[in-house]
C-alpha cells in the first residue's frame, strides 16, 4: 500500500478564495482524521470519520471549515472563504481500528493564505 | 479529559549523549492506549510505539526505550548514544478507544542533537 496520499503537498492561495485539501487513505482502515499544525497550537486534531461518517467535528474552528468523507478512499477539508490564521500544515491520518492499532499520517497539505 | 503534556519544548544535547523526553498523560479511564511519533525536519508525522494500559513492560527497539509508569501517568522515551539523524521533534500521543476514538497529541518537544 502506498500509505495515506495527500495532495496538494502545498498550496499558496489568496485571502477569501476557497481551498480544498485531499486525502486517501490506506485501503482497509476504518477511521480518518484531519488534523492541523501550528507552532502555536501544536497537532489539533479537527474532525474524524468512522466508516465514512463524521463522528466528532468539535475542533473544526469555524463555519469556514467542512470535511467530507464520500467514500472509503476519499476526504477532502474546504476552507471557504480562507483567512491569513488558516495558513498551517494539515494532515490526514487513517487508522484501522480503534483497538489495538496506530494512525498512519500523510505527508501533509502546507497551506499559505496571503 | 484526556490531555498530553510534554513540559520540554526544546532539547538540546551533544551527539553520543543519552537523552530523555517526559511525557505525562491525563486520563479518566481504565483501558487507553500510549503512542510516541516523531517528525524529522521533512514534516512527516512517522509512527515509533503504541503501548495500552495493562502492558506496564518497559520497551527496547535499539536505541530507542520507553518507560511506563502507570503510578505517575508518565511514558516518557529514551535515546540512548545520540545520534544526528535522531534530531527531530517527538510527539506523545493518547486515546482512549473505549471513550472515543480520538487521537490526542501533545504540544512536541524538538530535540536538537549537536555534532
Known amino acids: 500500500d502506498a500509505g495515506v496520499i495527500q495532495s496538494p503537498r502545498h498550496e499558496v492561495t489568496e485571502m477569501g478564495q476557497e481551498v480544498t485539501l485531499r486525502c486517501k487513505p490506506i485501503?482497509?482502515?476504518?477511521?480518518l482524521f484531519w488534523y492541523r499544525q501550528t507552532m502555536m497550537r501544536g497537532l489539533e486534531l479537527l474532525i474524524y470519520?468512522?466508516?465514512?461518517?463524521?463522528?466528532?467535528d468539535s475542533g473544526m474552528p469555524e463555519d469556514r471549515f467542512s470535511a467530507k468523507m464520500p467514500n472509503a478512499s476519499f476526504s477532502t477539508l474546504k476552507i471557504q472563504p480562507s483567512e491569513p490564521r488558516d495558513s498551517a500544515v494539515y494532515f490526514c491520518?487513517?487508522?484501522?481500528?480503534?483497538?489495538?492499532?496506530?494512525?498512519?499520517f500523510g505527508q501533509g497539505t502546507r497551506l499559505t493564505v496571503v | 479529559a484526556q490531555k498530553v503534556t510534554q513540559a520540554q519544548t526544546e532539547i538540546s544535547v551533544v551527539e553520543k549523549e543519552d537523552v530523555t523526553l517526559d511525557c505525562v498523560y491525563e486520563?479518566?479511564?481504565?483501558?487507553?492506549?500510549l503512542f510516541w511519533y516523531k517528525q524529522p525536519p521533512s514534516g512527516e508525522l512517522v509512527f515509533l510505539i503504541r503501548?495500552?494500559?495493562?502492558?506496564?513492560q518497559n520497551e527496547i527497539s535499539g536505541r530507542y526505550s520507553w518507560n511506563f509508569q502507570k503510578s505517575t501517568s508518565s511514558f516518557n522515551f529514551t535515546i540512548t548514544a545520540s545520534q544526528v539523524v535522531d534530531s527531530a521533534v517527538y510527539f506523545c500521543?493518547?486515546?482512549?478507544?473505549?471513550?472515543?476514538?480520538?487521537?490526542?497529541f501533545g504540544k512536541g518537544t524538538r530535540l536538537h542533537i549537536l555534532p
Open positions: 503501548r495500552n494500559s495493562f502492558d506496564e
Open positions: 486520563t479518566r479511564d481504565t483501558t487507553y492506549y
Open positions: 485501503s482497509g482502515h476504518d477511521y
Open positions: 491520518a487513517s487508522m484501522g481500528t480503534a483497538l489495538n492499532t496506530e494512525a498512519f
Open positions: 470519520f468512522n466508516n465514512n461518517v463524521p463522528i466528532d
Open positions: 500521543a493518547l486515546s482512549d478507544p473505549l471513550r472515543d476514538d480520538k487521537i490526542i
